[in-house]
């Protein structure tokens, strides 16, 4: 099958979807002409002109808060932050307004909205270009949260969430744009909500997010040398979350490792750890343990930073302990 | 300026309206009959009024934490907006919005708002529809004279100016935001005057004047619809009450209330309209029985009506 980048599988479900619907359109800063930062929207002016593929000054409140007005009011935006560490400035439109319409107007209000945004240490961006905060959505009623791994599941998750008439967080790592992976040229949708074991194994489970379920299978890879089988498990939606197929891996396994980019307290992996704790805990045959980013700002330089994402060696020491 | 005796008609009965349903609502309040938080709009009836005279049901607004009198203007059920005060299942959103986030989206009303400047963007939004999909409709977003300061607005008016989108920034100066005076939170004396940063219209009108406000807002309603962009319109209004049921209100003299009070909206339109030959005493005093009346078959509707059930909190939070 045809190989695509994930940049280039996200760049086929906007163009795709916005050629099915009119409604659709993407609002953010740089998207036009530029591209996008990253690349991710490269070449859809073109085909759709400044009206869909809108550039807008910097300004996120306003880009979120506007693309809540035209979902509330019958278009369906898939809206850009350029890095998701400036989902700060726009926080209270997608927390306290986005999320919550729906529910405080008693259902009478359809939010059909993406906001993608992009994640991830690993070029020396520092604190506040490297951050993985899609914990904080994870934690707002009303939100989705979508996290892909690869190009078929950022494709088919994607034109989901622009299908969804919901609010949905988009979060694409910035360090894996460029994985290839085969992708369908058709139209096909990834459902949200539902989690896909990457790599089958019995003896232990390690439930893995986005870059990290790279290393995961990098780790898997390695401990196979070993005689130790890894059954690596993508949740994919972080909001819903898939309980019923980590449970089911663990029923199995009766061993887990969580592993995450993002800082391990308070992170996906808490709630991950909790829910297996609270509906399989009679399974477990070891704690759950967890790896993820230290209680510290994304550093700077390579060598911290280096430190401070988990690494592949991380993981197998880790499930090691587990499987001990 | 020729207004319909219709709509002339329309505007009183709905000031009255407005007057009548808060007036009530400060009752029930006190009496432990409506929850949480409620933001009266006493005095600034002429502002809602006199802006929704010029929309149509699909035209939109934004509203606020003082949101009552701008659903009312804009078609809201009185009915639906007790229940939902009261707590009850038949409410607007079914008792789990409250005072501070009633909403229709049906009649344009995207919502009353928790969070002051919240709406500035939203509003914005419902603008880029029209824009995108080729309508006349217009947007008119309610805020005060503290939302003013909040990053939204310069975000949101920038955004509607750039863009040419149709948006009437409605600003209901009432001179305080909760305690602190509009003095003390701006070094301009107009919140008008900020329009000059964003290149469009800015003006000042006397906000307890309904036809002053209803003028100003035809113009900014005309130049929406053809596409010529925004307009920031700032009524001068006062609000008699504190900013919410139980303030003190230690930050603002009886002397100054009383100054207001010589200018409230209701007496002047009446006599306005008596002058115009509009209508006569009779008359008013027929509108202000029927107002009552609605008043209070609302309050027996919302009574009446049942609670929602516990295990409803569940419903809602997704489509």
């Not at chain 2, 079914?94 to 919502?111: Q, R, T």
């Amino acid at each position: 099958m045809r190989k695509l980048t994930i940049r280039a599988a996200i760049n086929e479900a906007l163009r795709q979807e916005m050629r099915r619907d009119p409604n659709v359109y993407v609002i953010g800063e740089d998207v036009g002409i530029f591209g996008g930062c990253f690349g991710v929207t490269a070449g859809l002016i073109d085909e759709f002109g400044p009206e869909r593929v809108v550039d807008t000054p910097i300004t996120e409140s306003a880009i979120v808060g506007n693309s809540l007005g035209a979902a509330a009011t019958g278009l369906r935006p898939v809206a850009e932050i350029m890095f998701m560490d400036f989902v700060g400035v726009t926080m209270d439109q997608i927390f306290n307004q986005a999320a919550k319409m729906r529910y405080m107007f008693g259902g009478k209000a359809k939010i059909p909205m993406v906001i993608r945004m992009a994640c991830g240490a690993g070029g020396s961006a520092a604190a506040q270009h490297s951050q993985s905060l899609e914990a904080w959505f994870m934690h707002v009623p009303g939100l989705k949260v979508v996290a892909p791994s690869t190009a078929y599941d950022a494709k088919g998750l994607l034109i989901s969430s622009i299908r969804d008439d919901n609010p949905v967080i988009f979060v694409e790592h910035k360090f894996i744009y460029d994985i290839e992976g085969e992708v369908p040229e058709e139209i096909y949708t990834v459902p949200l909500g539902k989690a896909d074991v990457k790599r089958e194994g019995d003896d232990v489970t390690v439930v893995a997010t986005m870059a990290m379920v790279y290393k995961a299978l990098e780790a898997a890879e390695e401990l196979a040398k070993e005689g130790i089988s890894v059954e690596v498990v993508d949740p994919r939606t972080l909001q819903p979350l898939d309980n019923e197929t980590i449970i089911n891996s663990v029923k199995k396994t009766h061993k887990v490792v969580v592993v995450h980019e993002a800082v391990k307290f308070a992170g996906p992996g808490a709630e991950i750890a909790a829910m297996i704790a609270e509906e399989a805990f009679d399974y477990l045959d070891a704690p759950v343990k967890r790896v993820g980013a230290p209680f510290t700002p994304v550093p700077f330089s390579p060598v911290l930073e280096q430190a401070y994402i988990p690494s592949t060696e991380k993981i197998i020491a880790a499930i090691k302990e587990v499987v001990a | 300026m020729a207004v319909e005796k219709e709509k002339l008609q329309w505007m009183y009965k709905n000031m009255l309206t407005i007057r009548n349903f808060e007036e009530k609502v400060a009752e029930l309040f006190a009496a432990g009959k409506c929850y949480g938080f409620v933001h009266l709009y006493v005095g600034e009836e002429a502002v809602a009024t006199g802006v929704c005279a010029n929309l149509r049901k699909e035209d939109y607004i934004t509203s606020t934490h003082r949101g009552h009198g701008h659903l009312i203007s804009k078609g809201g059920d009185l009915k639906l907006m007790m229940a939902e005060l009261f707590g009850r299942r038949t409410g607007y959103c079914k008792g789990k919005g409250g005072s501070m986030h009633i909403a229709d989206v049906e009649l344009g009303i995207l919502g009353a708002n928790g969070i002051v400047g919240g709406g500035f963007p939203i509003a914005v939004g419902a603008g880029f529809t029209a824009k995108y999909k080729g309508t006349d409709h217009v947007v008119a977003c309610f805020f005060g004279d503290g939302a003013s300061n909040q990053g939204t607005f310069h975000e949101a008016l920038n955004m509607a100016s750039i863009w040419k989108l149709p948006v009437i920034f409605v600003n209901e100066n009432n001179l305080y935001g909760i305690s602190l005076s509009q003095k003390k939170s701006m070094n301009v004396p107009d919140v008008a005057a900020r329009a000059a940063a964003y290149n469009i219209p800015g003006l000042v009108v006397d906000g307890n004047d309904v036809l002053a406000v209803y003028e100003a807002v035809q113009e900014a309603v005309k130049r929406a619809r053809s596409g010529e962009g925004p307009t920031l319109i700032e009524c001068k209004t006062y609000r008699y009450r504190g900013h919410f049921e139980g303030d003190p209100t230690v930050y603002r003299s009886d002397e100054e209330v009383e100054e207001w009070r010589k200018k409230d909206p209701i007496p002047r339109f009446e006599a306005t309209l008596s002058q115009m030959g509009i209508m006569t005493e009779e008359q008013m005093e027929k509108i202000r029985s029927e107002v009552s009346e609605m008043i209070e078959e609302a309050v027996k509707f919302a009574e009446e009506s049942p609670w929602p059930s516990p295990e409803e909190v569940l419903e809602d939070v997704y489509a």
